[in-house]
Each structure stands twice: as C-alpha cells, then as structure tokens.
C-alpha cells in the first residue's frame, strides 16, 4: 500500500522560511516523478515543484522559483520543499504528490496536505 505523509506546515511571518517534507512508502521516491501543490479555497490546485530523478527534471512555478527549493533524500525515501522568502500569498494546502506515468501528467498517489500560513 502506497502512502505519502507530509509534515512540516505551520505558521509564519512574511518572509520567514518553512521546511516541508513528504515520507513516502510502499513506493521509491527516486523512481517516481514526484510534486508538491498547493491549494486554497479560492483557487485550483496548483503544482508549485516537480522533480524526476530518473530523467533530471526539476521545475517550478513562476511563483516560486528562486524562493523554493524541491529535493530528495533516497536513503529516507523522503520529497522536501524549502519555501524561502515566504508571502501571504503562499498561504495554502500543500500536498506531495506521485506519477506512475513518464510524462507525469497523472498524478496516482496523494498524501494528506499540510497547511501553511504565511502573515
């Protein structure tokens, strides 16, 4: 059985840096295309960082890119995001996600969300 447990949300002052991680079992990370997205009840879920091991793929959204940092740890079987230079506006439901597929267009495996609230 799959499972993607997150810990690490909470809250912060603007400008304040948070740490997010997501312990995966049942499947390996380094193997996976692997995503963190955010969500609020104003907008859809967005994918804020994705990382592809197998093929070298990072990528971020322009919101934040040069603020978050995606990574791995294959020994803990571990996805992480460090969020920098928080704003409000990155007040959201995080979630770590997985894709079974190549192009990592389907996401098959969700973990719970953590929240993050930036004042």
């Known amino acids: 059985q799959v499972q993607l447990v997150e810990s690490g949300g909470g809250s912060v002052q603007a400008g304040g840096s948070l740490g997010l991680s997501c312990a995966g079992s049942?499947?390996?990370?380094?193997?996976?295309?692997m995503a963190w997205f955010r969500q609020t009840s104003a907008k859809e879920r967005e994918v804020v960082a994705l990382?592809?091991?197998?093929?070298?793929?990072?990528y971020y959204a322009d919101s934040a890119e040069g603020r978050f940092t995606i990574s791995q740890d294959n020994d803990k079987n571990t996805l992480y995001l460090q969020m920098d230079s928080l704003k409000p506006e990155d007040t959201a439901m995080y979630y770590c996600?997985?894709?079974?597929?190549?192009?990592?267009?389907?996401?098959?495996?969700w973990g719970q969300g953590t929240q993050v609230t930036v004042s």
């Open positions: 996600a997985a894709s079974t597929t190549y192009s990592c267009a389907e996401w098959n495996y």
């Open positions: 990382i592809y091991e197998g093929v070298g793929s990072v």
């Open positions: 049942g499947l390996t990370v380094s193997t996976y295309c």
